[in-house]
């Protein structure tokens, strides 16, 4: 009786899905948590300090910075700064937590939406030392995806 060697033919298929849903290592995956729990939070507050229109002027700008904007409140920029900018820094929060293998693309997909939010506001309204620094956080998560990817290491394997 002879024996033969089972050889799943999905075998290779199968090493690429596990690759797939490898962990991330631990640095991307709590610095990801972090940052993108961070700018969430404050997003979905400066949101909601901008639809409920607090009247301090450290918590929403002057309805005199939408002139010219085409907007006439701070509503509808207020609920996307909250719901889309926010919610998308959440989301990628939330996937890093749970070890998700979709992390890396929702990390990535929350910075470009950051940075468009900041190059929209910076053409509507004055520029502020805050837009700065939210522009700078969202380089830095895309900074921290390419280096995740391996596209800004040194050459060594991990």
């Not at 849903?21 to 400066?46: E, Y």
């Not at 509503?75 to 900018?85: A, D, I, M, Q, R």
């Not at 190059?119 to 509507?124: L, Q």
């Amino acid at each position: 009786m002879t024996t033969h060697a089972t050889h799943t033919p999905n075998a290779g298929a199968e090493e690429a899905r596990r690759a797939l849903v490898a962990p991330r290592p631990a640095a991307f995956r709590w610095s990801a948590i972090a940052v993108t729990a961070l700018v969430g939070l404050t997003a979905v507050a400066g949101g909601l300090a901008l639809v409920v229109g607090f009247d301090a002027d450290f918590l929403a700008p002057a309805s005199s910075v939408l002139a010219g904007s085409g907007f006439s409140s701070f509503l509808v920029p207020g609920l996307l700064l909250g719901v889309v900018v926010g919610g998308t820094q959440l989301a990628a929060a939330v996937l890093a937590v749970v070890r998700s293998r979709w992390t890396v693309l929702a990390v990535t997909v929350a910075a470009v939406v950051l940075l468009v939010w900041i190059f929209v506001e910076t053409a509507m309204i004055p520029w502020s030392v805050l837009q700065a620094v939210y522009f700078a956080v969202g380089l830095g998560e895309i900074g921290l995806v390419l280096v995740d990817l391996g596209l800004l290491s040194d050459g060594r394997r991990r």
